[in-house]
C-alpha cells in the first residue's frame, strides 16, 4: 500500500488525473477574476447638489442582473396620487421612499408621504407628480448602491 495515496478504491493513475484537474482549475479562475475587475463598474453614483441623495446610474448589464422594474405613479381613486405599493421603500428610521427614473438608467430617490394603503396601491399626499416612472423591484439593490461609501 502506498502511504501518499489514501485507499479510495480508486487506482493511482485516476487519483493523479483528479488531482492535475484541482490543481489546474483554480489557475482557470485567474483570467476571469481580473476580467471582472477590469469590467466598467454596475453604478456610478453622483451628488445632488443640496442633498444628501445621489443620482445612481447603472450599466445595462446591472439592471438585467437585478431584474430592475418600474411602473408610473398615477392619479387614483378621489385624485389622490398613487404608486404601486412595491414600490415603496422604507429606510431604517421608518420614512418612505420610491426611486424614480428621470432618464434612461438613471435612478433618483424621492420622499413619500404614504396616506394609506389599498391593496397593491399606496395613496400618498406628497411624491413624484403623476406620470413619473417608479421602480418597482430593485429599489434595495438602488437603496445599497446609494448607500455605499467605497463608491
Not at 482557470?28 to 469590467?39: K, N, Y
Request: glycine content about 8%; overall charge negative; proline content about 7%.
Amino acid at each position: 500500500m502506498n502511504p501518499i495515496i489514501p485507499r479510495t478504491g480508486r487506482s493511482a493513475p485516476a487519483l493523479i488525473a483528479v488531482l492535475s484537474v484541482a490543481l489546474f482549475l483554480p489557475g482557470c479562475a485567474q483570467p476571469r477574476l481580473e476580467a471582472e475587475s477590469a469590467a466598467e463598474a454596475p453604478a456610478t453614483l453622483e451628488e445632488i447638489t443640496g442633498t444628501d441623495l445621489q443620482r445612481v446610474t447603472l450599466t445595462e448589464h446591472a439592471i438585467e442582473r437585478i431584474g430592475l422594474k418600474t411602473a408610473t405613479a398615477a392619479t387614483g381613486p378621489q385624485g389622490k396620487l398613487t404608486v404601486p405599493y412595491a414600490a415603496v421603500l422604507y429606510d431604517s428610521q421608518g420614512r418612505t421612499w420610491v426611486y424614480t427614473n428621470p432618464e434612461s438608467r438613471v435612478y433618483v430617490r424621492q420622499a413619500i408621504t404614504v396616506e394609506r394603503i389599498a391593496g397593491e396601491a399606496a395613496l400618498l399626499t406628497a411624491g413624484p407628480p403623476a406620470g413619473t416612472i417608479v421602480v418597482t423591484l430593485g429599489a434595495e439593490e438602488l437603496f445599497g448602491a446609494e448607500l455605499d461609501t467605497a463608491h
